[in-house]
Each structure stands twice: as structure tokens, then as C-alpha cells.
């Protein structure tokens, strides 16, 4: 599905949404941390400076909560295409760092299995790490409720470590809205958007997801 709106979302803990808060950075990971195994089928020698973050273009999802919130502590930060790729751009400025971003494609298996042997002859070649990570932007059509949206970093000046890269941003201007999971306690709801209203003072829309809010019954005599 593409992204024709341009907003994007993630859910994520409690403590990492007040960790991009406190300092101030967005962490990408490599690809080797995810659990679909085709997300590193792809094996070269700059593999070690590809790093990735995924966002979602499907604000309401049951799906999506139930599968990145299993304790119903996960909050979902909203934002665009455009503010994400303005901070972005501006904490990699000056950097060894290269951006990337666009909808995930969704194919058959069989279709990703030719794609990925056409990339690899193509690379093997002339070799090009920006061509090497359109690999990233293809998924199986089993992951299709992700509507997903990758930012992909190339790094060439990777850390040792090779876990992930950090960008700064100013959080305040990136993230417009925050929402608790909608199966959170009432208790717990409200004491996590005071503390992100009052502690970390955002200002935007921030409260529980009203997904299972329970309607106005239809009565029928």
C-alpha cells in the first residue's frame, strides 16, 4: 500500500518513545536484528554499513498493536514523510551518512526470490551498495498488514559494533502526536500522557487510542 498521505507511525515501548525524547536521537538498526531472515539474504561487503528503520502508513491497526505492544505498554508516536526526512537530513548533513526512504513493496515469494537473483547478478557485476539495499524495500506478501515504510541509512564510517547508528533530531518537532495502546488501563493511560505532557512537556495530541472504545449501543424494542 502505498503512502498517498504521508503520515507514518510506530509503536514502540514505553521507555524507547522516552528515550527519542530524553536524548534527542532516532536509533537504526541492522537489518541482521530483525526476525525475517529475508531481510539479510542479501550477503556482501558492505553489508556492515547498511542500517534501517521501519515506520507504518496505517495509523489504526489492530494488527499492529497486538503484535509490537504484546504488554499493552506501547505507545504509537505519529509523524510525516516530509518532517521525518527534513530532521533527517539535517542530523546526517556533514556526515559519512546517506538517506533513503520509500513504501515497502509487497510481492509473492517467487517474485522476490527472481528479484533478489537478478539484484545479485546485476551487483556481482559492478558492484553498487545503493543498489544492493533496493533488497529492503521489497517484503513477502505474507507482511502485508505492515503497510510498511523504511528509511534505510548507509553509513560509511559504520561503528565497530555494527548493532546500529543514532541521527539526532529535535523530537518535539518531529513527533505531532502520541497515542497509549488502546487496551491500556484507564489508570495507566492517564498517568502516561501526563508524564509525557508534564515531564517530557509535549505539547501535541497525546491520549489513549480510542480503537476499543465501546460505542453508543443500537437498541432495538
Not at 489504526?60 to 518532517?83: C, E, F, Q
Not at 537530513?89 to 509473492?108: F, H, Q, T
Not at 491500556?184 to 501535541?204: M, N, S, T
Request: aromatic letters at 10%; hydrophobic letters at 35%; charged letters at 30%.
Amino acid at each position: 500500500m502505498k503512502n498517498s498521505a504521508g503520515r507514518l507511525y510506530r509503536i514502540i515501548n514505553f521507555h524507547h518513545a522516552v528515550q527519542v525524547f530524553e536524548k534527542g536521537e532516532l536509533f537504526f538498526s541492522h537489518p541482521s536484528k530483525w526476525e525475517d531472515p529475508y531481510e539479510t539474504r542479501l550477503i556482501h561487503r558492505e553489508s556492515h554499513k547498511v542500517f534501517s528503520q521501519c515506520w507504518c502508513s496505517n495509523g489504526v491497526s489492530d494488527a499492529m498493536w497486538r503484535i509490537y505492544s504484546p504488554n499493552h505498554l506501547g505507545i504509537r508516536v505519529g509523524t510525516s514523510t516530509n518532517k521525518l526526512r527534513a530532521a533527517l537530513e539535517k542530523g546526517i548533513k556533514g556526515s559519512a551518512k546517506k538517506l533513503r526512504m520509500d513504501d515497502v513493496s509487497y510481492i509473492s515469494q517467487h517474485s522476490l526470490n527472481m528479484k533478489s537473483q537478478s539484484i545479485r547478478d546485476q551487483l556481482e557485476g559492478s558492484f553498487d551498495i545503493d543498489k544492493s539495499i533496493d533488497l529492503l524495500f521489497m517484503k513477502r506478501d505474507a507482511y502485508e498488514h505492515e503497510s510498511e515504510y523504511r528509511v534505510v541509512l548507509i553509513d560509511e564510517q559504520p561503528p565497530e559494533e555494527g548493532g546500529g547508528v543514532s541521527v539526532s533530531i529535535n523530537p518535539h518537532q518531529v513527533i505531532d502526536s502520541i497515542l497509549i495502546d488502546p487496551r491500556a488501563p484507564k489508570e495507566l493511560a492517564d498517568a502516561l500522557v501526563f508524564y509525557f505532557k508534564e515531564k517530557i512537556g509535549f505539547k501535541k495530541k497525546c491520549e489513549k487510542s480510542r480503537l476499543y472504545k465501546t460505542p453508543m449501543p443500537l437498541v432495538v424494542d
